[in-house]
């Protein structure tokens, strides 16, 4: 079965995950808001902290933040209550007699850092540095090179999450799903590497007026570490970061939702440091092509898997990959040993 609202559960409580770059979070009261199987998940910038919670009030549990991201005091829209300087300010606290104050609290969650990517847990069975492993220096090198989020793209994938990050750690669909974007890269001598329950896949551009094209652009970034191929790193469990010769990234979020047969669906392009003002001239319409692209992309996973029967057996120990989709069997042994040491 794909559909385990107990192990969903588990991995969203049991592991760290990748919700932000610093860049989102740089100004006092910026924040951003991802919804998940647990219910909301909000991180914002309060006053040089970062707090992470579950987005709810502890006076009656309204929403305090409503939309996606953006900037905002952590105020209650119901009865007041607010959020500053790393406490809770209540009006008329006189009112609340005998109730006792002082024991009010946000739901907060523990925050870490790698590099400038921002990690969030609840439980966490281990230290970020443990769950990361190898993928650390990959996504610290990244993250340091990101400059700033251009756009942001958050709906409902109608299937279960698992189906959604299968179909992402695995290129045999590029091609019949994606000929007109993703495909037009034809990506070529595709790598695996793994590291713990996380992977990493490159490859290189197989469409070689593409990759002179990206190649040309090279003058316009100030990047410390400049790649020639295509990059996904699955960061397990919910998250990728993506990339094209990094000059661009899309960390893309594939959260549970409390339905199971749908997914939270989130991917911000972020971009990389520009060499210069006038490159950032230069490079407005790529990014904005960049930006469409990625939409479109997202759009055709999207309708090829809410096709997939949400009660297919992923887990049935029969089954069936091609020698590239070794990455989708490297994710199902993960979410078995997972649920192997939960004793589900
Ligand atoms: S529910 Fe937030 S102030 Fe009452
Ligand atoms: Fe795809």
């Known amino acids: 079965m794909s559909i385990s609202p107990e192990t969903d559960r588990h991995l969203a409580r049991s592991?760290?995950?990748?919700?932000?770059?610093?860049?989102?979070?740089?100004?006092?009261?910026d924040y951003v808001r991802l919804s998940w199987v647990l219910g909301d998940l909000a991180v914002f910038n309060d006053k040089g902290s970062i707090v992470a919670f579950d987005n709810?009030?502890?006076?009656?549990?309204?929403?305090?933040?409503?939309e996606?991201?953006?900037n905002a005091p952590a105020v209650c829209a119901y009865h007041g209550w607010s959020y500053r300087g790393g406490r809770l300010r209540i009006p008329k606290p006189q009112s609340y007699h005998p109730c006792d104050l002082a024991a009010a609290r946000l739901n907060e969650m523990s925050v870490a850092w790698c590099g400038n990517f921002l990690f969030v847990a609840v439980a966490p069975a281990e230290e970020l540095e443990a769950q990361l492993g190898g993928t650390w220096p990959v996504l610290e090198v990244i993250s340091r090179d990101i400059d700033r989020r251009r756009d942001v793209n958050a709906y409902a994938y109608e299937c279960p999450w698992r189906v959604a990050v299968e179909n992402a750690l695995e290129p045999d669909h590029v091609q019949m799903v994606h000929p007109e974007t993703l495909g037009q890269l034809q990506l070529t001598e595709a790598r695996n590497a793994y590291s713990g329950r996380n992977s990493v896949l490159s490859a290189e551009i197989g469409n070689?007026?593409?990759?002179?094209?990206?190649r040309s652009m090279r003058r316009l970034f100030d990047i410390g570490h400049q790649r020639e191929d295509y990059l996904a790193v699955h960061v397990f469990p919910f998250a990728f970061v993506t990339s094209t010769f990094g000059y661009s990234y899309a960390l893309q979020n594939f959260m549970p939702a409390r339905d199971p047969c749908r997914t939270h669906f989130s991917s911000r392009l972020l971009t990389s440091r520009l060499a210069s003002q006038a490159a950032s001239q230069a490079t407005e319409a790529f990014f904005a092509s960049?930006?469409?692209?990625?939409?479109?992309?997202?759009?055709?996973?999207?309708?090829?898997?809410?096709?997939?029967?949400?009660e297919f057996a992923l887990d049935d120990p029969a089954r069936i990959f091609s020698a590239t989709e070794d990455k989708v069997?490297?994710?199902?042994?993960?979410?078995?040993?997972?649920?192997?040491?939960?004793?589900?």
């Open 56 to 66: 709810l009030c502890p006076h009656r549990g309204a929403r305090i933040f409503r």
């Open 329 to 344: 069997r490297h994710f199902r042994d993960s979410v078995l040993a997972v649920k192997r040491d939960a004793g589900f």
């Open 290 to 310: 960049v930006a469409e692209i990625n939409r479109r992309v997202f759009a055709e996973d999207h309708e090829v898997c809410r096709h997939v029967n949400a």
């Open 208 to 214: 070689a007026r593409t990759a002179r094209m990206l």
């Open 68 to 70: 996606v991201g953006g």
């Open 15 to 29: 592991c760290w995950h990748l919700v932000a770059h610093r860049s989102e979070l740089l100004a006092d009261r």
